[in-house]
Every structure is written in structure tokens, then in C-alpha cells.
């Protein structure tokens, strides 16, 4: 299932999740899309604050049920990550968006959603910027907009030609795309709102985790099943994740050799996407190829209709 393509002058739908955003930050966000050539519909709570939480949790569902419903809205993005999407998982109507599929993206807690709204219902959802994100980076805006907008034919993600993705063998895998933060991946285990990953292809990211809590979470996805199910994994940005440097502890590498690697199924590491830029549009749901000889990602079907 997926939402139809996007054209200038439709409605980009603004939500928020998870976490509060200054009014400033969301209103530079706001002017950006519209310079792009889009309008802009906002969420009626997401200036709201309670406590840590951009609303209450039912207020912030229902700002997403909303979008969905709204004709007028071609797209669903999220203000930000932060904390909070869990939360709201009790509160969505999931007969709603089977019958209003509409392009949805974020990252970093939206990760929660993003794999939700795809096994529940089969719709292809997007891990890519947010309204706050720095759309300004050229790799980052061109991956963003021909995602949303020409992405209704198959299509090859790579990385800048000077900062490859990296292949650990020259196996190939094929497989739907899950995952997205690590640290979110983890976090609904033992829910009924936890990842699938039998023949999946996993993506994982994270941002200021120390090795040891890198290889922590790994470790409680191999007990749990879900590293050894996967066809194959893609590994984005581990921004600032290095930790302190001591001489008896494991390099980030080193985790990733002992957790991942050793699996010996086909890796790309150092994708562009994540908490840094550029950050690349990942389709979540989406049938894919690793081409580890070529170090690209094959999108195998179209993710938006024409």
C-alpha cells in the first residue's frame, strides 16, 4: 500500500508525536516547505506542552488521524523526534489509515510509527527528514524530494561519491526494508507493536550510545530472535556513539564485528542516513535489493503511485 506521489502546490500535513518544538524552529521548517513549492496544513495541537510531550497523548494521535483523513492532505510529516511516539499507539484507528494511505516520514522516535503503520497495514512509510531537519543540505533535500516525488518507478540509492557505503562481502540480499533507531527497535520487544524482521532487511541508526549500550541492544535483539531472521542489514549514521575511549573496552567497530558481521549475512555499513547529514530518504516497507558488490541499495517496486 502506498501514498500517491507528490507535486508542487499540494499539502504537506505538519504532526507532532513525540517531543515539544520551539515555535520559532517549526515556523523556519514551516517557510521552507513552502519555498519548495508546497502548502503547509498544521496539527492543531503541535504547539502544545505537556510536560515533555508535544500534547497529551490523545491529542497527539489524534492530530495523525486527522491528516490521514483530510483529502486536502497529500503528505504526514513530523515536527521532530525526542520521546513520546509509544505513547500514542493505544490511540490510533488503523482501519483509518488502511483507507487513506498517504506518504508518512521522520526518524529517530517516529521509527515506532514508521514500522507500525507498515506491518499492521501494509503501507510503505518513509525514514527521512523531518520539518526541523536541515532540508539545506543538498543530498539531504535532492534524496528527499525525488523520493516523494519521482519515486513511483523502481529506483538505485547511493551514497556521495566520496563517502561510499561499505560492503563486508559480495552477497546480495533481498527483502522488505524495517527498522530505523536502534534504541526504538528495541523498545517495543516483547510488545504487540514490535519489528518483524523474518526476511526483512534491517536498518539500524543511533546517536549518543556508548559502544557498550550498542552492543547492549544488539545483543537483546539476537536473544530475541530478530539479527538472525534478517536477510541482510543496512547500517546508517552512529552519530557521536564512540564513548569514552579506554584501552580494555570495544571499539563501535568492534561491536558491530562481533553483533553483526559475524552473522555473516550481506552488510552495507556507512549509510547517509540517521542523525546527521545528509540524510538520506529510506523507504520503510519497500521491497529492496543490497547490492553489496556495487555498495547500493536496490528499491525494487515504486513507493509512491503516480
Known amino acids: 500500500m502506498i ?6 502546490g499540494d499539502t504537506i500535513g505538519i504532526v507532532a508525536p513525540a517531543g515539544i518544538e520551539s515555535i520559532e524552529k517549526i515556523s523556519i521548517g514551516i517557510e ?21 510531550f508535544a500534547g497529551e497523548d490523545k491529542e497527539r494521535a489524534q492530530d495523525i488521524m486527522d491528516m490521514f483523513e483530510d483529502d486536502k492532505v497529500d503528505m504526514i510529516l513530523c515536527v521532530r523526534g525526542g520521546y513520546g511516539s509509544m505513547r500514542i499507539l493505544p ?13 508518512f516520514m521522520g526518524y529517530s522516535d517516529i521509527t515506532v510509527l514508521l514500522n507500525l503503520f507498515c506491518k499492521k497495514e501494509g503501507l ?15 543530498y539531504t533535500l535532492k534524496s528527499f524530494l525525488f523520493t516523494v516525488t519521482k519515486g513511483f518507478e523502481p529506483y538505485i540509492i ?4 566520496e563517502n561510499p557505503m561499505i560492503s563486508v562481502s559480495n552477497k546480495n540480499a533481498e527483502g522488505r526494508i524495517v527498522g530505523g533507531n ?14 518483524d524482521t ?52 570495544f571499539s563501535l567497530q568492534q561491536v558491530i564485528e562481533n553483533r553483526v558481521i559475524s552473522l555473516n549475512k550481506p552488510v552495507l555499513m556507512n549509510f547517509m542516513c540517521g542523525h546527521d547529514n545528509p540524510k538520506y530518504t529510506l523507504p520503510v516497507g519497500a521491497k529492496a535489493k543490497l547490492n553489496c558488490k556495487n555498495s547500493s541499495i536496490e528499491i525494487l517496486q515504486p513507493v509512491v503511485a503516480r
Open 198 to 249: 523474518k526476511d526483512k532487511i534491517l536498518f539500524i541508526e543511533d546517536v549518543g550510545e556508548a559502544p557498550y549500550r550498542i552492543d547492549r541492544m544488539l545483543t537483546q535483539l539476537f536473544l530475541a530472535g530478530k539479527l538472525q531472521q534478517c536477510s541482510g542489514f543496512i547500517l546508517g549514521q552512529f552519530t557521536d556513539c564512540k564513548g569514552e575511549q579506554k584501552e580494555d573496552s
Open 124 to 138: 510503505i512509510t518513509f525514514h527521512g527528514p523531518m520539518l526541523t531537519s536541515d532540508l539545506d543540505n543538498e
Open 158 to 161: 547511493e551514497n556521495p561519491a
Open 91 to 103: 490511540y490510533l484507528n488503523f482501519n483509518k489509515i488502511r483507507r487513506n494511505p498517504k506518504i
Open 32 to 52: 521552507r516547505l513552502k519555498k519548495l513549492g508546497f502548502k503547509v496544513k498544521e496539527g492543531k495541537n503541535i504547539y502544545k506542552k505537556w510536560g515533555f
Open 182 to 195: 536502534l534504541t526504538l527497535i528495541c523498545s517495543t520487544l516483547g510488545t504487540p507493536y514490535e519489528i
Open 3 to 8: 501514498g500517491k506521489r507528490l507535486f508542487k
